[in-house]
């Protein structure tokens, strides 16, 4: 498989950076974000979790003004906000702070993107938070791309959202609880939806090898984008370490997760090894995985 340059819409950060850190600093942000370029990622977007109103004040200004120094713009366009309007609810907040959830009020909202206009790239958000199709309507107006996750959205919150603008599903498959209705569940919800591409984490952890192949098959190359998930705690060695507000176990596999919860708290690899072992499935032609690992992406976010 050749690497065309992948492209990253979810990176919390490697090498033990954090993009999400109140201590963040524009050299730690530059050192994380040149190890990604460096693996054969092309392009990328710095991703910060649910976090206090002043982390999301000092940190985008901190992240533009570090990539407008060092001539990124190209590789780095902008951020994904994974958050912090999400479901609060046990299992669908995953390892996001549940008390700094937010609903997406359209005051709310504009806050938000008023901290770094034209540099929040992307949202995800829940379907089934109150007034989600009215922030969807509005961010899409501000040519923000939108993505849903961390919800337990049911079809017609999820067709709703769609009718309001958004355009994909945050790692389909996570962010909901370990135990969900049989039918009734957002995982069913997503797949339905045609207006909605799947992004997918094709670690070797966040989804067993039968969901991927059903979700690639559904989805088609066309409606499905590969991002890695990368947390701060890829680049290190195993064990345990604070991990985007977790205490975290990090496994000789490459595991990483919260001993407390079970849930898993990101990946541990970068995008190109997500790609090498969604190639190892043989689900994809080498032309449909550069639309899964880059092309669909760009759309995405430039579109």
């Given at each position: 498989m050749r690497n065309p340059g992948w492209v990253d819409l979810q990176v919390n950060g490697c090498l033990g950076v954090d993009f999400s850190s109140p201590a963040l600093t524009g050299?730690?942000?530059?050192?994380?974000?040149?190890?990604?370029?460096?693996?054969?990622?092309?392009?990328?977007?710095?991703?910060?979790?649910?976090?206090?109103?002043?982390?999301?004040?000092?940190?985008?200004?901190?992240?533009?003004?570090?990539?407008?120094?060092?001539?990124?713009?190209?590789?780095?366009?902008?951020?994904?906000?994974?958050?912090?309007?999400?479901?609060?609810?046990?299992?669908?907040?995953?390892?996001?702070?549940?008390?700094?959830?937010?609903?997406?009020?359209?005051?709310?909202?504009?806050?938000?993107?008023?901290?770094?206009?034209?540099?929040?790239?992307?949202?995800?958000?829940?379907?089934?938070?109150?007034?989600?199709?009215?922030?969807?309507?509005?961010?899409?107006?501000?040519?923000?791309?939108?993505?849903?996750?961390?919800?337990?959205?049911?079809?017609?919150?999820?067709?709703?959202?769609?009718?309001a603008g958004a355009q994909a599903l945050t790692h389909l498959g996570n962010g909901v609880p370990g135990v969900l209705p049989r039918h009734e569940n957002p995982i069913w919800a997503g797949l339905a939806e045609d207006r909605l591409s799947a992004m997918i984490i094709a670690d070797g952890h966040h989804l067993p090898e039968a969901v991927i192949r059903v979700i690639c098959r559904v989805k088609g190359a066309e409606r499905t984008i590969v991002t890695s998930d990368s947390s701060p705690a890829t680049g290190c060695p195993p064990g345990r370490r604070r991990v985007l507000g977790n205490d975290a176990v990090l496994e000789p596999s490459g595991r990483l997760y919260n001993p407390a919860t079970g849930y898993l708290v990101g990946s541990a690899v970068l995008l190109p090894e997500c790609m090498r072992r969604l190639d190892s499935l043989g689900i994809f032609t080498e032309a449909e995985l550069n639309k899964v690992g880059r092309d669909n992406a760009l759309k995405l976010i430039q579109g």
């Open positions: 050299d730690e942000f530059l050192r994380a974000a040149g190890h990604v370029l460096e693996s054969g990622v092309a392009v990328f977007l710095p991703t910060l979790i649910t976090s206090p109103p002043g982390v999301y004040r000092r940190n985008l200004r901190l992240i533009r003004e570090a990539v407008e120094r060092r001539g990124l713009t190209a590789e780095i366009p902008g951020v994904h906000l994974e958050g912090p309007f999400l479901s609060a609810a046990p299992g669908a907040v995953g390892a996001h702070d549940p008390a700094l959830v937010q609903v997406p009020s359209p005051e709310a909202v504009e806050a938000l993107l008023g901290l770094a206009p034209g540099f929040i790239r992307l949202v995800t958000l829940a379907a089934d938070a109150p007034g989600a199709p009215e922030a969807i309507r509005l961010l899409r107006s501000r040519g923000v791309a939108v993505s849903l996750g961390h919800h337990m959205a049911s079809a017609a919150q999820v067709s709703a959202a769609a009718d």
